[in-house]
């Protein structure tokens, strides 16, 4: 599986964006996805992730109620939509895989597979 997010860009304080992680191969649906961020000059911390089944999402305190998470199996794409975006949401994005024979919990940074990034910026 190969990952490619797209759909982050520039929006104003209040909008929103949705973006998009296609992945590539035929077990997308094998995998749990998670979506990471990373501010300039700040570690990269967990946003969302949902499990394999999409039965499951998890939210990070700082996007819970604002966002959410959801895959499309036939597309092999998970998504992130925010609302009401806040200038400290600016960083880059990154979606990561990870099989669902994994323990670990949704919030770890141990992920398979991640993809290259997309770029959010929220101006005041």
């Known amino acids: 599986v190969q990952l490619v997010e797209s759909g982050g860009g520039l929006v104003q304080a209040g909008g929103s964006l949705r973006l998009s992680c296609a992945a590539s191969?035929?077990?997308?649906?094998?995998?749990?996805m998670g979506w990471f961020r990373q501010a300039p000059g700040k570690e990269r911390e967990f946003v969302a992730a949902i499990n394999w089944s999409g039965g499951s999402t998890y939210y990070a305190e700082s996007v819970k109620g604002r966002s959410t998470v959801s895959r499309d199996d036939a597309k092999n794409t998970v998504y992130l939509e925010m609302n009401s975006l806040k200038p400290e949401d600016t960083a880059v994005y990154y979606c990561?895989?990870?099989?669902?024979?994994?323990?670990?919990?949704?919030?770890?940074?141990?992920?398979?597979?991640w993809g290259q990034g997309t770029l959010v910026t929220v101006s005041s």
């Open positions: 191969g035929r077990t997308f649906r094998d995998y749990s």
């Open positions: 990561a895989a990870r099989h669902r024979r994994s323990t670990r919990p949704p919030t770890s940074m141990i992920y398979d597979l």
